[in-house]
């Protein structure tokens, strides 16, 4: 079972990647939060791995976080949701703000993303809700609905956090500084710009 690898990256696309360990390619099926966090060709890469066997294939899934693969092994446990389905999920929205939003059990941001209607979006819900109210993700608790963040709230923390990352800035860094701006700031201080300006402050320093 393959847990990890650790390499020369050959080749990446948006949802894959090939990987070079010691003259042997392993290709790797990633979530874009992965691709983001990718060297250049030729640069070396150290992923986090899930090794999916079926009786016709064994599939390996590679992720730049252990946050991520946690994630997508919880993911998968569900009844109907595949590892396709997870690596959708990954791609679509920051961890902090998936997981908010099924401790909320807030259906409509669940089901915005590609693959999930309203019937999947219940079932997460009733499966992962207490589950993922008790982990942490990167250094950021879950938030439980006695501290539900409003929705233009969160999204203004999520663009944020996008664009610290396109900045280059590590995660774990940019996430528990916004949650520690969050908690700090009243809610009309809370424009992407100003957390961006503020946490731009805080990670500089």
Do not use: W
């Amino acid at each position: 079972m393959i847990a990890r690898i650790r390499g020369i990256l050959l080749e990446s696309e948006f949802t894959e990647v090939v990987v070079d360990v010691h003259g042997v390619g392993y290709q790797l099926a990633i979530p874009m939060s992965t691709f983001d966090q990718l060297p250049q060709p030729g640069g070396e890469v150290d992923l986090f791995v899930i090794t999916h066997v079926r009786e016709d294939a064994i599939s390996l899934f590679g992720f730049a976080t252990k946050e991520e693969k946690q994630l997508f092994g919880v993911l998968t446990d569900v009844n109907g949701v595949g590892p396709r389905l997870a690596l959708s999920i990954l791609s679509s929205m920051p961890i902090s703000a998936f997981c908010s939003a099924i401790v909320n059990a807030d259906l409509k941001t669940i089901s915005r993303i590609n693959g999930i209607g309203k019937k999947t979006a219940e079932r997460l819900v009733v499966e992962l809700k207490d589950k993922l109210g008790k982990m942490t993700f990167g250094g950021l608790t879950v938030k439980s609905e006695t501290t539900q963040i409003p929705d233009q709230l969160r999204a203004s923390a999520e663009d944020a956090i996008m664009a610290l990352e396109q900045l280059g800035f590590k995660r774990d860094g940019i996430q528990k500084t916004m949650q520690s701006l969050l908690s700090e700031l009243d809610q009309k201080e809370c424009s992407a710009e100003n957390l961006i300006r503020k946490a731009l402050q805080r990670l500089n320093a």
